[in-house]
């Protein structure tokens, strides 16, 4: 008897682990063989510079995001806007703080101007992303190329502003990390917006 019900709880188990194996196994390439939205987005981030931080940031975004380009491109973006804009806020806090000397103040002020303008440059494109129509695709995702590209740029010559001895480690560190950290998600955005690009539909 114990025979017997040892080998029906090795039946179920096996049958338990072959059930789940398959439900991976779908889950993995979704229905009917279309890839599933996680997978989706490792194969997109594949194609951006920074491969890993794409993965990591549009992951949580996937069952909004799907398997669609636009949505990508558009997730990649405001992600990109609310990690800007609170690196802008702590800019602003840091800029302000007791005991910076003259040239980190004058560094801080100038990243802080940078960043604002990346703020103000994502914003635009988001806009524009939520307005676009067949007919003006074209000329609508060149402005937002063009705005993406211009944001990059900033965050680029904040991070340069760093590079130099012109502040202290500490505060050197936190500030290049944070603004390395939105390049890095501006530059995968607007790769997934490239690619976007070149779908040619609305």
Same mark, same amino acid.
């Given at each position: 008897?114990?025979?017997?019900?040892?080998?029906?709880?090795?039946?179920?188990?096996?049958?338990? #682990?072959? #059930?789940?194996?398959?439900?991976?196994?779908?889950?993995?390439? &979704?229905?009917?063989?279309?890839?599933?939205?996680?997978?989706?987005?490792?194969?997109?981030?594949?194609?951006?510079?920074?491969?890993?931080?794409?993965?990591?940031?549009?992951?949580?975004?996937?069952?909004?995001?799907?398997?669609?380009?636009?949505?990508?491109?558009?997730?990649?973006?405001?992600?990109?806007?609310?990690?800007?804009?609170?690196?802008?806020?702590?800019?602003?806090?840091?800029?302000?703080?007791?005991?910076?000397?003259?040239?980190?103040?004058?560094?801080?002020?100038?990243?802080?101007?940078?960043? &604002?303008?990346?703020?103000?440059?994502?914003?635009?494109?988001?806009?524009?992303?939520?307005?676009?129509?067949?007919?003006? #695709?074209?000329?609508?995702?060149?402005? +937002?190329?063009?705005?993406?590209?211009?944001?990059?740029?900033?965050?680029?010559?904040?991070?340069?502003?760093?590079? &130099?001895?012109?502040?202290?480690?500490?505060?050197?560190?936190?500030?290049?990390?944070? +603004?390395?950290?939105?390049?890095?998600?501006?530059?995968?955005?607007?790769?997934? +917006?490239?690619?976007?690009?070149?779908?040619?539909?609305?």
């Amino acid at each position: 008897m114990e025979a017997s019900s040892s080998s029906h709880v090795l039946t179920a188990l096996l049958s338990l #682990f072959i #059930f789940n194996s398959h439900m991976n196994a779908i889950s993995a390439t &979704g229905v009917a063989g279309k890839p599933s939205s996680t997978e989706f987005i490792r194969t997109s981030c594949s194609a951006t510079t920074y491969p890993t931080l794409c993965i990591t940031s549009l992951s949580s975004h996937a069952s909004a995001i799907q398997t669609s380009p636009k949505l990508l491109a558009h997730t990649a973006l405001s992600v990109t806007l609310d990690t800007t804009q609170s690196t802008s806020a702590m800019m602003v806090k840091l800029s302000q703080s007791h005991g910076l000397s003259p040239r980190e103040v004058a560094a801080m002020q100038d990243c802080v101007e940078e960043v &604002g303008d990346s703020v103000d440059q994502l914003r635009k494109s988001l806009g524009e992303m939520n307005q676009i129509k067949g007919s003006n #695709f074209a000329l609508m995702m060149s402005d +937002i190329q063009t705005w993406v590209s211009a944001a990059l740029t900033d965050a680029d010559t904040c991070s340069e502003g760093f590079s &130099g001895n012109n502040m202290n480690g500490n505060m050197k560190n936190i500030v290049r990390g944070r +603004i390395v950290n939105i390049a890095h998600l501006t530059s995968n955005a607007l790769a997934l +917006i490239n690619s976007y690009a070149s779908t040619l539909h609305g």
